[in-house]
């Protein structure tokens, strides 16, 4: 199953790795996807010869493209990782509630000592919303710790932007999106 989720930094940008897009191009997608994703296949080439990279592993998308838009709303085959709760994001999401002395941490105990995991809108079902919605929300403790210490730095990304990669920080507490071209 293919899957992709929101970037950490920047939630206009989809993350997902050059693997689950060959995953994507064996699977039978429509036409207009399928273009797309070989633009951003040979973007991805162009940048690692430019480069002189021998392999991307992740790949950032904008929410507005076609390939974005396919991954969002097409197939059910394709998991949005950002709707899926798994045990680790379970123990993050415990880890920050317990630092934080947020009285939820109480209803994230339940899914951790059964360690739980499935998708948003059935876990919903069973488990408070609001609580489900937290885990999906903080599901990253180093990130939560250096964001609070001070000690974090924003990332740059290989991002298919323009039918082109460029290398480009996307945190959001920057004024402007940065593009760092060689």
């Given amino acids: 199953m293919s899957k992709f989720y929101s970037n950490k930094e920047n939630s206009n940008y989809l993350m997902i790795s050059r693997f689950q897009i060959y995953m994507l191009i064996s699977s039978d997608i429509p036409e207009y996807a399928l273009k797309s994703i070989e633009e951003l296949l040979v973007a991805v080439r162009k940048y690692e010869k430019e480069n002189k990279c021998s392999h991307l592993d992740m790949i950032a998308v904008e929410k507005s ?106 945190a959001e507490n920057s004024k402007i999106l940065t593009l760092n071209k060689k």
């Fill in 65 to 170: 493209t076609p390939i974005s838009n396919f991954l969002l709303y097409g197939k059910p085959c394709i998991k949005n990782d950002d709707l899926y709760v798994d045990y680790k994001k379970v123990v993050n999401a415990l880890n920050i509630a317990i630092f934080e002395d947020n009285p939820i941490a109480k209803q994230i105990l339940p899914l951790f000592k059964n360690q739980v995991s499935g998708e948003k809108n059935i876990l919903i079902k069973q488990y408070d919303a609001k609580t489900i919605n937290y885990i999906l929300e903080n599901n990253d403790f180093n990130y939560y710790l250096s964001k609070i210490n001070g000690t974090y730095t924003p990332l740059e990304y290989v991002v298919y932007h323009n039918n082109e990669c460029v290398k480009m920080k996307l």
